[in-house]
């Protein structure tokens, strides 16, 4: 329905570009040299919302009777949380593709090194869209529940409450690579351009 294919495994860029012509026209993100730059980044401009969501966590807990039990139970809950946080991973790649227009070729693809995965979609978007896409699953699988639990997390099952807390926070750090790309978005594209990716890195155009 929304046009989306699931790849398996990345190997090369080759897989992604296939026989595809960059516009001479294109202009690409200055994103760093490595994948790592675009990634500390990232984990740069997430501090400002993780270390608030962490600090209200603590005080949210300790205004809550109780303690954790290392049992069958929370062995459990734990293994459980792996399971979700497993399927998250690809809900999250998902959220984006949906948001992509509709017709637009859309392919998911999991890095064999780390198990990541990413979106992999060309079509040529404008600058607000692709803000909207990249934000979109850090808010709705991460700030969204967080403040949901503030609410609930003293009328759960502790041990429920902390796992599912630490799931919120996995959610937002999944986004570091999201953020980098708003960012750059930001300072780089001009208002009335077009945002589209080519093979690894994403590039803006005017057309």
């Known amino acids: 329905m929304f046009n989306i294919v699931y790849k398996g495994n990345f190997q ?109 979609c060309n079509t040529k978007i404008s600058k607000l869209r692709f803000i909207v896409i990249s934000l979109a699953p850090m808010i709705l699988l991460g700030i969204i529940p967080f403040v949901i639990w503030l609410f609930i997390a003293d009328k759960i099952d502790l041990t429920i409450s902390v796992v599912y807390v630490i799931m919120t926070w996995i959610m937002v750090f999944f986004a570091m690579g999201d953020l980098a790309n708003v960012y750059n978005t930001i300072r780089q594209v001009p208002k009335n351009a077009k945002v589209f990716n080519y093979g690894l890195h994403s590039y803006w155009i005017n057309e």
Do not use: R
Request: aromatic letters at 14%; a positive charge.
């Open 12 to 120: 090369s860029e080759n897989q992604l570009v296939n026989n595809d012509k960059l516009s001479e026209k294109a202009v690409p993100f200055k994103e760093g040299k490595e994948l790592n730059d675009l990634f500390n980044l990232g984990f740069m401009l997430e501090l400002p919302v993780i270390i608030p969501i962490m600090f209200l966590t603590i005080l949210k807990i300790q205004s809550m009777e109780g303690h954790i039990v290392f049992n069958l139970k929370t062995i459990f809950v734990i293994a459980a949380a792996f399971l979700v946080n497993y399927i998250l991973k690809f809900i999250h790649e998902y959220i984006h593709a949906i948001l992509y227009p509709l017709k637009s070729k859309k392919t998911i693809w999991k890095y064999t090194s780390n198990g990541a995965c990413f979106l992999y």
